[in-house]
């Protein structure tokens, strides 16, 4: 027992690799945890039932543990031995004890631990001194934060508590029981059960969670903390611990702030989910554990009811989490934008809810849209901490600034009710449960009735975003808007690794405001579409003089130049591969499309494409020229009525052109 241990313990200096996450074979229910706290000696004695049903035929049970040295462990009430796994994030495996042999599918079982030790936040992080994540002992208190930014296991219960520490399975519910001294209070998730002083001089406090809750919510400060009870319109319970020096601010901040947009959380999402809001005000870091958020005291300075800038908003952001990262939690940290961008998305809606329309979209642009643009990697959403290397498990201008984006550019293409509705949908559908990305993206579709796998593999899964030239040309109803997308080859480095990939063409729709020298204007969405060069009209009833793209700057690209070509010259020869393709119906044949195609050199070796809307190629043809130009027809046979987009490959580079089929 002691070498295993010891190899625990030595885990101080380890490098962060990235191990897949294990079947483990059953499903948690309940854990029931007695802990001692000791904050003066910055030691903890604890123990721990876990109670769950084998999924499957199980001989050993899955758990995780770090920095603590465990004493001893019980199945059904035998002691059991154990076996280390993954000294790096602390994956061990309790044995079933001999006589029984093996857990059947369907059983219910318990795993009883006794522990104790020193435990420590994370000790990954780049800099000197004390991580984000684990048990941090402060002066004047003891808490637990429940993520690590670096630690490459991510969830930290596991410094305090053995369990099973990966999102996936939550606990149906959980009891915690602390006994700290006389003059502590210890705050912790859910509802407080009782509250009592022993002839022994110490005080126990009995938190119980009746709602299913992952592991990396659970939570603890103890210390010499005060409690307000905060009013509000909901009449939730309301409770904020605080130390008596951060008192003030936090009452301020939770009745002028942060109680009144519980509200508005009620009506934009759902009714609030859990038994009580809950703050404490931590000597560092915010945190959303469940029902008990750490408040950094940084959070709670400034005017919140004038201040349109940072001040207030990490408070509702954390709030919102009880939402989006609680109610509805990640299956994997692969997508913890679903919390993260999510809950910064939400302090763009409280400014909105504020301070108007004009804060929401200064929010969004300033904060979100250019913090995202800054991120030299460009990381997908999807797993961003693996394509990050893990030089965080958090890359805040992806998973933050990005993810907050990206649900504004969905509430901008598809509108406040239907994006909203598909918002309140997904929540309920997912209350209480574990989500992927994929079931964001279902939702939304269920809702719309659109197919949106174009959207999420470009903003979701994909990396990077488009970089443009435009040229605009004036007609007598409108004009013509060429897109020419430049594709950037990126080279990101971390710790040796070297990670080079080329930027892919993305499908946006584009907000163009038009005007004219007479004051007329008109807005209208413009496709730009996935390929190097595409070309659309805007039909606005005027010939306008002026035109500004994505007006509100809630797109995530950058538009390296707007240039306008007077009326009667062809947009395309102002672009670097000088092509132009014209599209249109065969007289005599409505199921043959004719194709005109030129460019300033041999064309060589054509391909044409017809693709749908969400840029799945139906149709391909190939010809080969040796002149600059080419006369061409493609076969509609079998391709319903709508629209296409047809797309000419050639090794001068890429055109594209709208078309409607209507046979």
Same mark, same amino acid.
């Given at each position: 027992?002691?070498?295993?241990?010891?190899?625990?313990?030595?885990?101080?200096?380890?490098?962060? /690799? /990235?191990?897949?996450?294990?079947?483990?074979?059953?499903? /948690?229910?309940?854990?029931?945890?007695?802990?001692?706290?000791?904050?003066?000696?910055?030691?903890?004695? @604890?123990?721990?039932?876990?109670?769950?049903?084998?999924?499957?035929?199980?001989?050993?049970?899955?758990?995780?543990?770090?920095?603590?040295?465990?004493?001893?462990?019980?199945?059904?009430?035998?002691?059991?031995?154990?076996?280390?796994?993954? $000294?790096?994030?602390?994956?061990?495996?309790?044995?079933?004890?001999?006589?029984?042999?093996?857990?059947?599918?369907?059983?219910?079982?318990?795993?009883?631990?006794?522990?104790?030790?020193?435990?420590?936040?994370?000790?990954?992080?780049?800099?000197?001194?004390? @991580?984000?994540?684990?048990?941090?002992?402060?002066?004047?208190?003891?808490?637990?934060?429940?993520?690590?930014?670096?630690?490459?296991?991510?969830?930290?219960?596991?410094?305090?508590?053995?369990?099973?520490?990966?999102?996936?399975?939550?606990?149906?519910?959980?009891?915690?029981?602390?006994?700290?001294?006389?003059?502590?209070?210890?705050?912790?998730?859910?509802?407080?059960?009782?509250?009592?002083?022993?002839?022994?001089?110490?005080?126990?406090?009995?938190?119980?969670?009746?709602?299913?809750?992952? $592991?990396?919510?659970?939570?603890?400060? $103890?210390?010499?903390?005060?409690?307000?009870?905060?009013?509000?319109?909901?009449?939730?319970?309301?409770?904020?611990?605080?130390?008596?020096?951060?008192?003030?601010?936090?009452?301020?901040?939770?009745?002028?702030?942060?109680?009144?947009?519980?509200?508005?959380?009620?009506?934009?999402?759902?009714?609030?989910?859990?038994?009580?809001?809950?703050?404490?005000?931590?000597?560092?870091?915010?945190?959303? #554990?469940?029902?008990?958020?750490?408040?950094?005291?940084?959070?709670?300075?400034?005017?919140?009811?004038?201040?349109?800038?940072?001040?207030?908003?990490?408070?509702?952001?954390?709030?919102?989490?009880?939402?989006?990262?609680?109610?509805?939690?990640?299956?994997?940290?692969?997508?913890?934008?679903?919390?993260?961008?999510?809950?910064?998305?939400?302090?763009?809606?409280?400014?909105?809810?504020?301070?108007?329309?004009?804060?929401?979209?200064?929010?969004?642009?300033?904060?979100?849209?250019?913090?995202?643009?800054?991120?030299?990697?460009?990381?997908?959403?999807?797993?961003?901490?693996?394509?990050?290397?893990?030089?965080?498990?958090?890359?805040?201008?992806?998973?933050? *600034?990005?993810?907050?984006? &990206?649900?504004?550019?969905?509430?901008?293409?598809?509108?406040?009710?239907?994006?909203?509705?598909?918002?309140?949908?997904?929540?309920? *559908?997912?209350?209480?449960?574990?989500?992927?990305?994929?079931?964001?993206?279902?939702?939304?579709?269920?809702?719309?009735?659109?197919?949106?796998?174009?959207?999420?593999?470009?903003?979701?899964?994909?990396?990077?975003?488009?970089?443009?030239?435009?040229?605009?040309?004036?007609?007598?109803?409108?004009?013509?808007?060429?897109?020419?997308?430049?594709?950037?080859?990126?080279?990101?480095?971390?710790?040796?690794?070297?990670?080079?990939?080329?930027?892919?063409?993305?499908?946006?729709?584009?907000?163009?405001?038009?005007?004219?020298?007479?004051?007329?204007?008109?807005?209208?969405?413009?496709?730009?579409?996935?390929?190097?060069?595409?070309?659309?009209?805007?039909?606005?009833?005027?010939?306008?003089?002026?035109?500004?793209?994505?007006?509100?700057?809630?797109?995530?690209?950058?538009?390296?130049?707007?240039?306008?070509?007077?009326?009667?010259?062809?947009?395309?020869?102002?672009?670097?591969? %000088?092509?132009?393709?014209?599209?249109?119906?065969?007289?005599?044949?409505?199921?043959?499309?004719?194709?005109?195609?030129? %460019? !300033? #050199? !041999?064309? @060589?070796?054509?391909?044409?494409?017809?693709?749908?809307?969400?840029?799945?190629?139906?149709?391909?043809?190939?010809?080969?020229?040796?002149?600059?130009?080419?006369?061409?027809?493609?076969?509609?046979?079998?391709?319903?009525?709508?629209?296409?987009? &047809?797309?000419?490959?050639? *090794?001068?580079?890429? /055109?594209?052109?709208?078309?409607?089929?209507?046979?």
């Amino acid at each position: 027992m002691k070498s295993a241990i010891l190899s625990l313990t030595l885990l101080l200096v380890a490098a962060a /690799v /990235v191990r897949a996450q294990p079947q483990k074979g059953y499903d /948690v229910h309940y854990y029931n945890a007695t802990v001692r706290l000791d904050r003066t000696h910055d030691s903890i004695w @604890g123990q721990v039932t876990m109670m769950a049903t084998a999924d499957s035929t199980i001989s050993q049970v899955l758990q995780y543990v770090k920095y603590l040295v465990i004493d001893s462990v019980f199945v059904n009430g035998t002691k059991s031995a154990i076996s280390i796994v993954d $000294t790096q994030s602390g994956e061990y495996l309790v044995g079933v004890p001999t006589f029984l042999g093996f857990i059947p599918a369907g059983s219910q079982f318990q795993v009883t631990t006794y522990y104790h030790g020193h435990p420590l936040p994370e000790q990954y992080e780049p800099l000197p001194g004390h @991580g984000w994540g684990g048990v941090i002992d402060e002066d004047t208190m003891m808490f637990a934060m429940g993520v690590g930014f670096y630690a490459p296991y991510t969830g930290c219960t596991r410094h305090w508590l053995p369990c099973y520490d990966l999102p996936d399975d939550k606990a149906d519910s959980v009891d915690l029981t602390f006994i700290t001294r006389p003059n502590d209070i210890t705050a912790s998730n859910g509802v407080l059960v009782s509250d009592d002083l022993t002839p022994q001089a110490e005080r126990i406090m009995h938190w119980h969670e009746s709602y299913p809750i992952a $592991t990396y919510l659970l939570t603890f400060v $103890t210390g010499p903390l005060t409690l307000q009870k905060i009013a509000n319109v909901p009449n939730d319970s309301f409770d904020v611990y605080a130390l008596q020096s951060d008192s003030a601010n936090a009452s301020k901040e939770m009745n002028e702030r942060v109680s009144t947009i519980l509200a508005f959380y009620d009506s934009l999402f759902a009714p609030y989910p859990f038994e009580k809001v809950g703050f404490a005000v931590t000597a560092f870091g915010s945190m959303e #554990h469940q029902t008990m958020i750490c408040l950094d005291p940084g959070a709670i300075v400034g005017n919140p009811l004038t201040d349109k800038s940072d001040a207030g908003t990490w408070a509702v952001h954390e709030l919102s989490h009880m939402w989006w990262g609680d109610r509805v939690t990640c299956k994997t940290f692969d997508d913890a934008w679903l919390n993260e961008g999510f809950a910064h998305f939400c302090e763009s809606l409280d400014l909105e809810r504020l301070f108007g329309w004009k804060a929401y979209v200064t929010r969004q642009h300033n904060e979100n849209v250019l913090g995202a643009e800054s991120s030299a990697d460009s990381l997908p959403l999807y797993g961003a901490a693996t394509a990050d290397h893990h030089n965080s498990n958090y890359p805040y201008a992806t998973i933050y *600034q990005k993810g907050a984006v &990206v649900l504004g550019m969905l509430r901008q293409y598809l509108g406040d009710s239907i994006f909203f509705n598909a918002v309140r949908y997904y929540g309920s *559908q997912h209350a209480y449960s574990t989500v992927t990305s994929a079931d964001l993206e279902a939702a939304l579709e269920h809702v719309s009735g659109q197919n949106l796998s174009w959207f999420f593999q470009e903003w979701v899964y994909g990396r990077g975003f488009p970089t443009d030239t435009v040229t605009w040309t004036p007609i007598s109803n409108g004009a013509t808007i060429m897109f020419h997308q430049r594709r950037d080859t990126v080279r990101t480095a971390y710790m040796g690794t070297v990670d080079t990939f080329v930027a892919p063409y993305f499908r946006v729709p584009v907000p163009i405001h038009f005007s004219s020298s007479s004051g007329q204007l008109a807005n209208q969405v413009i496709w730009m579409d996935s390929m190097q060069t595409s070309t659309a009209n805007a039909s606005i009833g005027f010939v306008p003089n002026a035109i500004k793209l994505d007006t509100d700057g809630l797109l995530l690209w950058k538009v390296a130049k707007i240039t306008e070509v007077a009326a009667g010259v062809d947009p395309s020869t102002t672009q670097p591969n %000088g092509l132009t393709l014209s599209v249109f119906p065969n007289p005599d044949n409505k199921q043959i499309l004719e194709i005109e195609l030129s %460019g !300033p #050199h !041999p064309l @060589g070796n054509v391909t044409l494409l017809i693709c749908d809307e969400s840029g799945k190629t139906l149709r391909s043809d190939e010809f080969s020229s040796s002149n600059t130009s080419a006369d061409h027809t493609i076969s509609l046979n079998g391709l319903a009525n709508g629209s296409y987009m &047809v797309i000419a490959r050639t *090794q001068n580079g890429q /055109v594209s052109q709208r078309v409607s089929i209507a046979q």
